[in-house]
């Protein structure tokens, strides 16, 4: 009895084994194929609004640079492109956009991937991102003047992980001391 208690385990533990990967496999797939779908529709958006983004439509600018957003590796990536993207972004929220400095705040910030974007997420978590937390507080309150509530609580929470230094300088960009820096060569020396 004792002997077929261990083989019924044993078929148990690698019947689990086997599900588990093919799980592990079929959610690898539907994450491959729903980031397919997501490049496909970020596509369409940047290729639907580029006209109007060019001719100056900062909703237009808006849809062009977050669909852009963003990539994880700029040598590599197709399509997304984190500049392309903020340069984008910067036209818009430079006409008083509220999104569009929103999405510059949460760009700074580090938050890079929105929406259901499991395999975006998963690398840009391993690869990590690049912050300027003094500019992306700065940007939230810019979406907050432009009339974004969701950046009220971005940037109260931001607020509270700024260090006194990194303080000083999103004041200095808040108050016009200085100048807010927008696109990403600017803010990001790499």
């Known amino acids: 009895m004792k002997n077929m208690s261990k083989i019924k385990f044993k078929n148990n ?3 689990f084994v086997q599900l588990t990967f093919i799980s592990a496999t079929a959610s690898g797939c539907a994450g491959v194929l729903t980031e ?3 490049i496909v529709k970020d596509r369409a958006v940047a290729s639907s609004n580029m006209e109007g983004a060019k001719k100056g439509d900062r909703v237009a600018q808006y849809k062009v640079g977050k669909a852009y957003c963003c990539s994880l590796d700029d040598d590599k990536e197709v399509f997304y492109s984190t500049e392309a993207s903020v340069a984008w972004l910067c036209r818009s929220a430079r006409q008083e956009y509220g ?4 999405k510059l705040g949460e760009i700074y910030s580090g938050d890079t991937i929105s929406g259901v974007r499991i395999l975006r997420r998963l690398a840009s978590k391993i690869a990590g991102t ?3 937390n003094a500019v992306a507080y700065a940007w939230f309150r810019k979406a907050q003047d432009y009339g974004e509530s969701e950046a009220q609580e971005k940037s109260d929470d931001l607020w509270k992980s700024l260090d006194k230094k990194t303080r000083a300088e999103a004041r200095s960009y808040i108050n016009g001391e200085e100048r807010l820096p927008c696109l990403l060569k600017e803010v990001i020396k790499i």
């Open 130 to 132: 690049n912050t300027a």
């Open 13 to 15: 533990f690698y019947l």
């Open 36 to 38: 397919s779908a997501n």
């Open 99 to 102: 999104p569009a400095a929103l």
